[in-house]
């Protein structure tokens, strides 16, 4: 079920220039919401951009009711978002699309990859994984450590694991030639980010048959299958990523 909820900003948090964590609540308790599904949230007062933007739920508070965005600043629609001040009123429908799949029983082999904004939905994951549990690990890309977002957020979780191209913090490289990769035998990675590093972790859990799912961030607009834009070409056909997904298991696709 989807809901359109006026909420009610309680926080922005500007964690870098080119990110702000948006914080929103609601007079009623929120909806439930599943690790990998997204909002779209209204952008009102500008007539240069369209009307909603998906962004993915990176992590429900429940004692304080409150639903996180991480949005980068990109273009027109999200810098309005990134204005936004405290009580402040944000059209959202939520929660859309799917989820990831939730292991069978707890695990310590579960591998969290995440690259630049494609973090956000890592923490959510990360924290109903470790609330069911497992004992998720996080691998955390970025161009620099200033891009590296919500680490002591993650640190709660699971075990922290970086890469940065200019080799300021963690290990120097891509999320793909961590040498934490050649220590464990994982069972199931996640990953959200970047599409030149999903599908690098996809060739990697592949070539060791390790089962995988990526969240895809093809271009949105409608965010409920109408508009057609979202299309990802996979082994069923052309299908929506906002409705059949985000979420996808690399087997289907046509990677
Ligand atoms: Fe319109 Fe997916 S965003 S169909």
């Not at 870098?16 to 919401?33: A, D, F, G, I, Q």
């Not at 273009?75 to 429908?93: P, Q, S, W, Y």
């Not at 590093?197 to 969240?215: D, F, P, R, T």
Request: charged share 20%.
């Amino acid at each position: 079920k989807k809901y359109i909820l006026d909420l009610t900003v309680t926080e922005n948090v500007r964690l870098h220039t080119n990110y702000v964590l948006l914080k929103l609540t609601s007079p009623s308790p929120l909806p439930e919401m599943l690790p990998g599904q997204f909002a779209e949230l209204r952008v009102d007062g500008s007539p240069t951009t369209f009307l909603r933007r998906p962004i993915s739920i990176n992590y429900i508070d429940r004692q304080r009711n409150e639903v996180w965005f991480l949005i980068q600043l990109v273009g027109d629609g999200t810098k309005r978002l990134g204005e936004a001040n405290k009580g402040d009123i944000i059209n959202v429908v939520l929660p859309l699309g799917n989820s990831f799949t939730m292991p069978e029983n707890p695990s310590d082999k579960l591998l969290l990859v995440g690259g630049g904004v494609g973090t956000a939905p890592m923490l959510y994951l990360g924290e109903q994984l470790a609330k069911r549990g497992s004992k998720p690990i996080f691998l955390l890309g970025a161009r620099s450590d200033k891009d590296l977002l919500q680490l002591e957020q993650f640190a709660a979780y699971g075990e922290v694991y970086t890469t940065t191209e200019d080799g300021s913090h963690g290990e120097k490289g891509y999320v793909t030639q961590h040498s934490i990769l050649d220590k464990v035998n994982f069972e199931h990675i996640y990953t959200c980010g970047p599409k030149p590093m999903m599908m690098a972790v996809a060739k990697y859990a592949k070539s060791k048959g390790i089962n995988c799912e990526v969240s895809l961030e093809n271009m949105m607009a409608c965010g409920i299958g109408a508009c057609l834009c979202c299309v990802e070409n996979t082994t069923e056909g052309h299908l929506c990523v906002c409705k059949e997904g985000p979420v996808f298991n690399i087997n289907k696709l046509l990677w």
